[in-house]
């Protein structure tokens, strides 16, 4: 198991609707996504990463894949932070009308 996972390890299970989702801690989050705390702390400041209720210190650990997606953006291509989560939320959003789409389409 590796450094990471062993750390990862003790996460627990909060259920949010359909199905459960991992809860994250600070800490867990900045290792999961490979930032530091500062840089945490950065986006949680801009509004580009919220907490799973306010005041807490716990996150989803689709926050964590949201925070690597946007690194990446970030470093791959140049895209700031706030450029970056809105690339994010625009490919959200254009997911979401494609299957919305699909679904609509009358079968053939």
């Not at 259920?15 to 290792?31: D, F, K, M």
């Amino acid at each position: 198991m590796s450094r990471a996972a062993r750390k990862l390890s003790h996460l627990s299970l909060v259920n949010r609707g359909e199905r459960p989702a991992i809860e994250l801690t600070a800490q867990e989050l900045v290792t999961a996504a490979g930032i530091t705390r500062v840089r945490l702390g950065r986006l949680l400041r801009l509004g580009l990463v919220e907490a799973t209720a306010p005041g807490a210190n716990t996150f989803t650990a689709a926050t964590a894949a949201r925070v690597r997606r946007m690194c990446r953006l970030e470093r791959d291509l140049g895209v700031n932070f706030v450029g970056a989560a809105l690339i994010l939320d625009l490919v959200t959003r254009l997911e979401q009308l494609q299957e919305e789409l699909a679904r609509l389409r009358p079968m053939r």
